[in-house]
C-alpha cells in the first residue's frame, strides 16, 4: 500500500473542521458574520482548488497517474460538496432573516393601519355626537 500524499491530510483536517466553523460562525446571523462566513467559504474553495492544482501537478509525476487523478479528484469533489453545504445553509439563514424582517415590516404596517383606523373612526364618532347634540329638538 503506497503512503497518502499530504494534501489528502489536509483535506482531511479542512472537511473535518469546516462544519464547525461554518455552525460557529454564523450564529449570531448579523450581516458582518455572514460576510466573514461567506469569506471563509470562498477562501477554502480557493484553498481547495489550490491544493487539487498540486494534487494533480503530484499525480503527473507517479506511475499510476489515472488511480491518483480519480483519488484527487473524488476527494475534491467531497471538500467542494461540504463547502457547498454550508453555504446552503448560509443562504437558508440569511432567506430566514430576510422573511422574519418582511415579516414585521407587515406586522408593522398592519398595526399603524388599525391605530389609524381607530383614530379615525374615534374622530367620525366625535364629531357625530356634538353635531347631533346642537341640532334642535324635534318638535312635537
Known sequence: MRPAPHWLSVLAVLACGAPV????????????????????????????????????????????VNDCLRESRQLQQQALQELRRQELRLNDLVRQQAAAAARQRIDVK?????????????????????????????RP
Open 21 to 64: 466553523l461554518a455552525q460557529s460562525g454564523a450564529d449570531d446571523g448579523t450581516g458582518k458574520d455572514i460576510a466573514q462566513e461567506r469569506q471563509r467559504i470562498d477562501l477554502e474553495r480557493a484553498a481547495q482548488q489550490a491544493q487539487w492544482v498540486q494534487a494533480q501537478q503530484d499525480c503527473q509525476k507517479r506511475f499510476a
Open 110 to 138: 398592519s398595526a399603524d393601519g388599525r391605530q389609524r383606523r381607530s383614530n379615525l373612526e374615534a374622530a367620525v364618532d366625535a364629531a357625530a355626537q356634538p353635531a347631533s347634540a346642537m341640532s334642535p329638538a324635534p
